[in-house]
């Protein structure tokens, strides 16, 4: 079993940054990938970007590509989200999730953590 918990979100204005955090328990978290995915108000949750278990590899949604960076650190069991130039359509509950397999589908994902609000404003 693993908990993960995020923290980071906040109110920020366009073109500013957030960085996401989330903790992970347990010892076995540099054997998962570490993804972060969004849910925008009203749209399905969606893929932002995801890490492999020893950072060699990093996975991004197109809309997010050059702006946003994942990164994780095994000794910490913590998992980062770097977000730059932010723009009002990134508002959305943006979730940490880990996975056995690379993927891009929130159904193969193993565990959740609750989620964290970040707001951009225009």
């Known amino acids: 079993q693993v908990t993960l918990v995020e923290s980071g979100g906040g109110l920020v204005q366009a073109g500013g940054s957030l960085k996401l955090s989330c903790a992970a328990s347990?010892?076995?978290?540099?054997?998962?990938?570490m993804a972060w995915f969004r849910q925008a108000p009203g749209k399905e949750r969606e893929f932002v970007a995801a890490?492999?278990?020893?950072?060699?590899?990093?996975y991004y949604t197109d809309s997010v590509k050059g702006r946003f960076t994942i990164s994780r650190d095994n000794a910490k069991n913590t998992v980062y989200l770097q977000m730059n130039s932010l723009k009002p359509e990134d508002t959305a509950v943006y979730y940490c999730?880990?996975?056995?397999?690379?993927?891009?589908?929130?159904?193969?994902?193993?565990?959740w953590g609750k989620g964290t609000l970040v707001t951009v404003s225009s």
């Open positions: 999730a880990a996975s056995r397999v690379v993927s891009r589908i929130d159904n193969d994902m193993d565990f």
């Open positions: 347990g010892r076995t978290f540099s054997t998962y990938i």
């Open positions: 890490m492999s278990r020893s950072g060699g590899s990093t």
